[in-house]
Nanobody
Framework: VQLQASGGGLVQAGGSLRLSCTAS????????MGWFRQAPGQEREFVAG???????NSADFVGGRFTISRDNAKNAVYLQMNSLKPVDTAVYYC???????????????WGQGTQVTVSS
């Protein structure tokens, strides 16, 4: 399984970005999908996850600002990020987990990451 993330970039505080991740697997709809992020000098952390049927979870710091969604027909998962803050600056990774939960405690596959930079 290959995951290809895109959509990162430079945005001012308060702005929005939409990340996309496409998967090269026929059984995409079977997977729990999620987004993680890693800021410089920090550990990778969970951002949001979505089940096969569309149930979602997100980290407390999201605070309703980010929305994860998926399109099983396109083998894609998205992360709509609004009201971005400088502390959201990180490399964002998509991940896939076949047997698990919307928290994706042990992803089977990782994408290559896309840089999100939020300026103040």
């Amino acid at each position: 399984v290959q995951l290809q993330a895109s959509g990162g970039g430079l945005v001012q505080a308060g702005g929005s970005l939409r990340l996309s991740c496409t998967a090269s697997v026929r059984t995409f709809s079977y997977y729990y999908m999620g987004w993680f992020r890693q800021a410089p000098g920090q550990e990778r952390e969970f951002v949001a996850g979505i089940s096969r049927s569309g149930n979602t979870n997100s980290a407390d710091f999201v605070g309703g600002r980010f929305t994860i969604s998926r399109d099983n027909a396109k083998n894609a998962v998205y992360l709509q990020m609004n009201s971005l803050k400088p502390v959201d600056t990180a490399v964002y990774y998509c991940a896939a987990e076949l047997f698990g939960t919307t928290w994706l405690k042990s992803p089977d596959y990782w994408g290559q990451g896309t840089q999100v930079t939020v300026s103040s």
